[in-house]
């Protein structure tokens, strides 16, 4: 399985929208609804904020939101705040050997 | 609350074997399948393979087949990554996470266990 390909860097400024990108195939994004996304600030564990494409955990505030269309998953996060400053990780279920696989990650800097 | 607490930080030769462990509590270990997930220094995430508890059956990513064993002891709710041989290119974080049994979803992790290997 390749990994998924995901931007490199995003960034917004407090209070504004962004978006990042998780382009898959039809084997893995396109194939299936179990698309998550990770949050990873530096010297941390990730933590899950998205499974299922749109289901947000417990505790994850609502600015975080999921979607997908085609073989592509995208992560929003709305109303940045200075703390959403990390690592955003996309990871899919690839079918094969009951593994999923991960996006290289993107590092969003909020301005 | 589920917790999955690693072993601690390690320093090997190349050449040597180890292994680390993963524990977890506040839930039934064989109801989930354990992943363990490489991060290589200031790299991205790697799956490299995941173990079902209830019977021990595991799966590898191609690229840790035959490098890395990963086992569990269901009577201490313990699962393990284990190396015969280490590698200098080894040196990363490793973390145990929990995942779900449909959609191979990670939905817990462990606080990662560093493993630095070094002559």
């Known amino acids: 399985q390749s990994a998924l390909a995901q931007p490199p860097s995003a960034s917004g400024s407090p209070g504004q929208s962004v978006t990042i990108s998780c382009t898959g195939s039809?084997?893995?994004?396109?194939?299936?609804?179990?698309v998550s996304w990770y949050q990873q600030h530096p010297g941390k564990a990730p933590k899950l904020l998205i499974y299922?494409?749109?289901q947000r955990p417990s505790g994850v505030p609502d600015r975080f939101s999921g979607s997908k269309s085609g073989n592509t998953a995208s992560l929003t996060v709305s109303a940045l705040q200075t703390e959403d400053e990390a690592h955003y990780y996309c990871?899919?279920?690839?079918?094969?050997?009951?593994?999923?696989?991960f996006g290289g990650g993107t590092k969003l800097t909020v301005l | 609350e589920v917790q999955l607490v690693q072993s601690g930080a390690e320093v090997k030769k190349p050449g040597e074997s180890l292994k680390i462990s993963c524990k977890v509590s506040?839930?039934?270990?064989?109801?989930?399948?354990i992943a363990w997930v490489r991060q290589l220094p200031g790299k991205g995430l790697e799956w490299m393979g995941r173990?079902?508890?209830?019977?021990?059956?595991?799966d590898y990513s191609p690229s840790f087949r035959g490098h890395v064993t990963i086992s569990s002891d269901k009577s201490i709710n313990t699962a393990y990554l284990q190396w015969r041989s280490l590698r200098s290119s080894d040196t990363a974080i490793y973390y145990c996470?929990?995942?779900?049994?449909?959609?191979?979803?990670?939905?817990?992790w462990g606080q990662g266990s560093l493993v630095t290997v070094s002559s």
């Open positions: 996470a929990r995942v779900r049994t449909v959609g191979a979803t990670i939905d817990h």
């Open positions: 506040g839930y039934t270990f064989t109801t989930y399948w």
């Open positions: 173990i079902d508890p209830s019977d021990s059956y595991s």
């Open positions: 039809s084997s893995d994004i396109g194939a299936y609804n179990y």
């Open positions: 299922e494409v749109t």
């Open positions: 990871s899919s279920y690839g079918g094969s050997d009951n593994l999923g696989v």
